[in-house]
């Protein structure tokens, strides 16, 4: 039988961090091989995305993203039921959010953002809402919540929680590199300063229990 | 099928190694490998900064035919009425005025080590005049004649790699977190293991966040700082007395010049505590393994080679020489620019960093390129405005892999310059708003389209490789030179770039043994490799043997000078020029890759703190106008807590918000580089932002159709 674990998730050091928007780039190219982000040639017409975001203030720097919360508060608001546990991480179904902001106001890390959709490169139109522009009605183009999905179905192998040095990172055409290894996010795999891990705890156990025991 | 190809990134002077990804003749991506001083790691650029390759026209669109201006518009031509027409020209202004009314330029960037070597052989060769300079001059410059000055080379003394095992890290105006972050990885790992780091910068950088100890010293006050250092070190005798009496010479008057400046009347100056000025001399003179690393808020100055080597002295005090994990580091900021210096793409000196003046070395050359060589010291790229606006002694200028109307200070004047001037050559692979002053144009392949070395930063020379056919009717760089130089009467012809390169390392000592094979074997060579069985050079001056003329360091400080123009009621704030992370140089690279330009793009930007902002009620994100005596844009606000009142920042990268429409041209007196660090400027709220935007866009439309974006096959 399969061990229960927690969700995992991707943390930053900010010591190590240096605010260079790798991890954004990356999280953006991976999610939007539909919208012509990956093929070598044509212009993307999308703006960048990204579903981690760095922030800068005075005293730190350092990208926040999803914590993949066990008891996620942003679902628990989610009125169309849109936000859902699947497969060790919390994920928004795109197709079926329509926008209410209520799961950005519920995360308390701020990891949710809305931006508008695209699919084929293009801004995604809505069937029947309007919006007056120019005079003229026009179809409105959808806005959706967008966040971390640990990159889901598009991992990739490298360095990982074990700090080994990322012999692998994302290439643009998004495939998983060589290397071996477990599986992990691009924004994990892409960082120059290996300020980022995906951490993956188990259930009743601790990471740090055992070094602060040791400092006693 | 896949295809990879090993090759170094083109940004920065890191030396990156990376595989191209090539599918059917076409690059489609980048992944980092194994490299010294990169161990598989690229940062943003590295990883998206490739698609340029593909002429994606974003900003400009890729060069593909030599065109000449006819009836004032610029018409594709074949290549051999161009090489004719170029030649005619140069000839007939040589023979008219002479050789030195003609000024060239070295590439740092795209070209290689072969390309700038053949180039300068042109200059001297061809045309007959020292004229030969390029963008280090704006740059690095200082750090080569103060180097050479204190301790015989102007390169690093150093290397990356050994900079995570120093004890304690000085980063002085260098903010690598941008503009190299993979040297800021090496910093990080030093912090790691334990070493103390401080940074001095008027700014809070992500190093001075991270930092033990930042100093922020207000801005142009470099050299009362360093002077304060020398005095704390002196007075409190914590230099290696021992080392001084042996390895250095310049003692007593070096003790002399830094006598008044101690840490309190420093302190009057610099805004640094008189406190912390101290504590960290103590630190720096007690550690073991203290290294120090700079950039260009040292060296964009109007005084910056003395600062340069009064950095230097500090180490030299302390004996930080001739181990691993010491010395002095000037991070070099363009792929290339270490190279073509090595090169001998400078006034002053012959490939190999051999003296022009030497008639010694000058017989040598003359020897193997089988003609009379000029004895003079050439002109300085940051003089080509006043030579030909003042004293009209330039008539041609033949300008190779750079585009000063975007990097150069005050721009106004750049134009003025190259519409003043007879004849104008750009070789290229953007069309770029100085081909806009051209009469001819020459197409260059692109990093990815041939073969060749780069030095990276800390010496090390590194192959680069071939991965695509160029598109259009375009040539290798140093191809179109050795064509040109034939059209003059001067027969040039290479088979490959390994022979351009086995020439180089004939007549020049230091890069005697740094063979093709052996890079292949090694991953690179760090020069000095004087030999073919010597494995090259990690760190420099071994057994505290410097390169000077009597193998000693040499001691340097004098007065602090202000900047030249210093703000006022007109002109309230300063601006200091910077780089930003995502963006590279002039952005004819960066600003066409999608994924880059999406990330930030024109205007570009203005980092003001919080309280210019309210009280000028501008708010973060509004275009604002910014003007200084020389110049008006527009650009971005971004309003940060890390910058101090009264200071602002831009980036040279953008076009439309172009810093150097509004930077002053005042020079350093020995390195000749412009005070991009320090001017004055006044800003101005936009009340119609609708109206600003749309111009904006519109500026950004003519700016492409001007760049030839749309008018060829994509």
Redesign the interface.
Known sequence: MKKERPNSFVIAEA????????C???C??VHNRDNG?AA?????T???IPRLHVI??????MPVQCRHCENAPCAGVCPVQAIVQEEGAITINEDRCIGCKACAMACPFGAISLYKAYSSGQEHKQPHLRERLDGRLERKTRVIAYKCDLCHDITHSGNIASGE?????????GSP?EGGGEPVPACVS?C????LMLVSPSLGESRSRKAAGLRL | MTNKVLTICPYCGSGCHMNL?V?DG???????A?GRTN??????KG??GW?FL?D?Q?LTARLRKPMIRKEGVLREVSWEEAIQFTAEKLTAIKEKYGPDAIMGTGSARGPGNEANYVMQKFMRAVIGTNNIDHCARVCHGPSVAGLTYSLGDGAMSNSIPEIEDADLLFIFGYN???TH??V??RI?KA??KGATIIVSDPR?T??A??ADTWLPLKGGTNMALVNAFGNVLIEEELYDKDYAANYVEGFAEYKESVKKYTPEYAESITGVKADDIRKVMRQYAKSNKAMILYGMGVCQFAQAVDVVRGLASLALLTGNFGRPGVGIGPVRGQNNVQGSCDMGALPNVYPGYQSVTDPKIRKKFEKAWGVMLPDKIGYHLTEIPHLVLKEDKVKAYYIFGEDPVQSDPNAAEVRETLEKMEFVIVQDIFMNKTALHADVVLPATSWGEHDGVYSSADRGFQRIRKAVDPPGDVKPDWQIITELATAMGYPMSYRDTEEIWDEMRALSPKFAGASYKKMEEQGGVQWPCPTEDHPGTPYLYEGNRFSTPNGKGRLFACEWRAPLEQPDQEYPLTLSTVRE??HYSVRTMTGNC???S??SDEPGYIQISPGDASSLGIEDGQLVRIISRRGRIVARAQI???VKTGATYMTYHFWIGACNELTGDALDPISKTPEYKYCAIRLERIPDQLRAEQKVREQYESLRKQMHVGAGQ?
Request: charged share 25%.
């Open positions: 010591g190590k961090c240096i605010g260079c928007k790798a954004e780039l990356a953006f190219a982000v070598a040639v044509g212009t993307v999308v703006p960048v800068r203030t005075d005293s730190f720097t040095s990322a012999a692998a990172a994302v290439n643009n055409s590199s892409v120059p300063e290996q300020a | 990804l599918e076409k690059v489609v991506g980048a992944e980092p194994d161990e598989g790691n690229l940062c943003l990883h998206y698609d593909n994606p974003i690598p977190a941008v972050p993979i800021a990885r990080v912090k790691e809070k992500e190093l966040r991270i992370v995502g999608r994924a880059l999406k990330l940060s807590d890390r994509a």
